[in-house]
């Protein structure tokens, strides 16, 4: 009876200890994507997009897709309802497929996305769409921005190759502040 | 300055040379100096601004994705620079970001109170910029530099710049030794000419002109001044000589005079004689050296002598005649002409005038007898020399023309006197004497200055020259004012008897008239009287046959109705003029009453019978509506006018009644527009039995006359023929 009672309480202990892990890993998490949630809206200041797509029309939205899983939770749409882009309203989309990209002009790229990035890279590679990874060897494999975590800190890594082909202008200073990938140094396109 | 002052001028020029060039240098070279540190000053400020900028910027990423170690890598940079001492970047809440160096500066806001304005210590330089990039702002970055450099920079530009000035120094003081030659050398000449000529008084020397400049043009005047000089000694000797002589000859003059000359001092004492002067007064020269003027003048002319003395001290000249005492006791008689020389010294000349003196003493005593003899006879006497213009009159003159012994007798003066009526004549009568022709005598007023008029009478006579010409007028002068007065006196009152006679003549020849009409109307009076009563009665029954005739024969030919309407007309008219002339005659005193004129005139005009031909117009003043005079009589008159108006004019015609009131009178004019009245009829209007009408009477006016007369008015005509007749009656206004 003592002994159930033991292991009972041995087990609650566990558990209690596992919440609260969770809980804590949980936290982490909520505060890394609310500071890519803020990044993404930094990237644009050094960031210029092609005039020909509208965009200097100050009534069409400044669109933000996320394609995969939603790691943002409500975050995104919480930051973005009052901030602007570039003088522009801001307007989240959340899709899975990618037939539905359409334009937008930056494109979150999910973790889960990994096996079918070929495909929504070929979509975007020649749009003016700045594409923004999560996944460690995005980078390498075509993504123009790519997060990563350095010292427990959020970094950032940029496809020189991809970001010419892209046709967006993107300020010295931000190359300086990032870590370029050379495509022929990774094992990506 | 004192010290500089008594320099040589080789010395003054080198220090004055020397102070413009040490002066401008030092301007120039602090100017210069200055102009440096303020330039690199705002280099290393506009560098360091610049420098913040952009290591700034390079931030903004750093800044922007949080990455500190970025940051502080970029800042390490800033060691290439060695100035900056301390560098450090804050974010927009002023947290330290990043940072560089030692010594890191506190309260870095605080000191630039948000302006971004570079400041400068003793030692540092301090920047603060804003990082800004496509308009965000993402923080500030602060940047410490030594000014170490800056010091060490501008201690090396004074250092070459003061080697500079002194080697310019140098040079400019060897230069200004060597060119301070051209004006000190001239000078130094110039010195040493002078000294030699007031050394040995030689005006001959000159200097030699080496330059045409000022002091060439100093040599001409130096060298143009001694030759002035020269001269002047020359003449100054010829003059002196000159003198010398004159003096000599002068002496000699006056010794020989035939006058009298004399010097005397202020004290009147004698200095020099000549010997005229011992011969007049009886001394020898040493005697009259010891006397003086005082001396030998007569005690009764002293004080005049002193008096003429004192003049001559003031005015510079004197003239007097005088009594003078010789050696041995004589009374002389001398004129002495006498001029200043000096305050001291007097010169005098003397004339023995002691015979003139006893000839003019016997003429005044003859002239004396004469003006009282005129003084008696009023009358003066004068001489006017015509050549000369010269005038001389006796004593009774100036009282006869009311001058005071000191007014000069001039012609203008004489002029100013006359009355102004007589001085054109009296002016004329002189220009004919000057021409030659004589006036006998000429009487003309003079105005005294009491303001009374005087007559005089001037006869003048010629006297001829030995060539028979007119050379002097003598004449004299009286004062016939009073014969002039009594003259005047007759002529009036002749002709105040004259006015007298004729109007007494006047006044009778109007009697005369009035007792004329008087008798006329008595006349008339007496005959009508008698034949009025006898004439009178048979009319009436004749009329009475005549009314009756013509209710009877009312139906007979026009002929006889004719016929009778003219016996009856006629018998009207005789009867009328019985009528008038009863009333002439039995014209009884006027009873005055206060009568309204207009009712009057109607009342009058209804007597008339007027017809359509005339138009009345009553004419009546406010003040003037109403008269005092007797009804009856003053209808009459109005009738009596009314009826000559109306015959006076053939066709339609006007007659109009005006009253003005003047104060005690009233005025009545009757005006018509008939053929008026010649100005025969007009005089005799008013005579009895005058007129010019066929079937007039000639009593209508003569009795209106009578009536106003009764009145105590006047009654007048005035007319021009053809164009009408007004009759005025003046009565005066109240009962009396």
Known sequence: ?189 | MKFIRNLSIRNKLIIIILAIVLSSISILFLTFIFNDIQFFKNEMVSVSRMTAKIVGIDCVPALTFNDVKGGTGILKKLKEIPTVDYACVYDNEHNIFASFGNAPDTNVFYKFKDSYKAKFDERNLYVLEPIEYNGHKYGDIYLRLSTRKLDERTSNHIFIMSLIAVVIVLVAYFLALWLQKLISKPILLLANVTENISGNADYSQRVQKISEDEIGELYDSFNNMLEQIQLRQKERDIAEKALYESEARYRNYINSAPHGVFITNERCEYIEVNDAACIMTGYSKEELLKESLKTVTAPSDLNEVLISFGELKTKGNTVIEAGFITKNGQLRYWEITATRLSSDRFLGFTVDITKRREADEALKKSEKTLSKAQKIARIGSWELNLRTNQIKLSDEMYNIFDFDPDTAFTEENIKQKIYSDDLDYVSKTIDKIRSGVLIPIIEFRIKKTNQDIRYISVIAESVLNENGEMETVTGTAQDITQRKLSEEQIKNQNILLEKAVIKKTHEMEKMMEKLIRQEKLATIGKVSGSIAHEIRNPLGAVKQAVFFLQGKLKNKSEKIKTHLNIIDEELTITDRVITNLLEMTRLEEANKEKINIAELINQAVDRCDLGNKITLKLNIMKNAEFMWADPLQMQQVFVNLIINSSQAMEKKGIIEFKTIKNNHFVKITVTDTGHGMSNIAIKKAFEPLFTTKAKGTGLGLSICKQIIDNHGGEIKISSSVKKGTTISIILPDGAN
């Open chain 1, 1 to 189: 009876m003592i002994r159930y009672q033991v292991k009972k309480a041995v087990l609650k202990i566990l558990f209690i200890i596992y919440f609260l892990n969770s809980f804590n890993l949980l936290y982490a998490q909520a505060s890394e994507y609310k500071l890519k949630a803020v990044f993404l809206e930094r990237f644009t200041r050094f960031i210029e997009w092609p005039d020909n797509s509208d965009f200097s029309d100050s009534t069409k939205p400044f669109i933000i897709t996320v394609i995969g899983e939603n790691p943002f939770g409500k975050t995104l749409d919480e930051l973005y309802e009052k901030t602007k882009i570039k003088n522009k309203k801001v307007q989240i989309k959340y899709i899975k497929d990618i037939k539905k990209i359409d334009s937008c002009h930056i494109l979150f790229i999910s973790a889960s996305m990994s096996n079918s990035l070929d495909k929504i890279l070929d979509y975007t590679r020649t749009r003016p769409i700045l594409t923004i990874g999560d996944h460690p060897d995005f980078a390498l494999r075509g993504v123009i921005i790519n997060f990563f975590i350095k010292n427990k800190k959020v970094r950032f890594e940029i496809n020189e190759k991809s970001l010419e082909q892209s046709r967006l202008y993107i300020s010295y200073l931000l190359l300086n502040a990032a870590t370029i990938i050379h495509e022929e140094e990774g094992g990506g396109k």
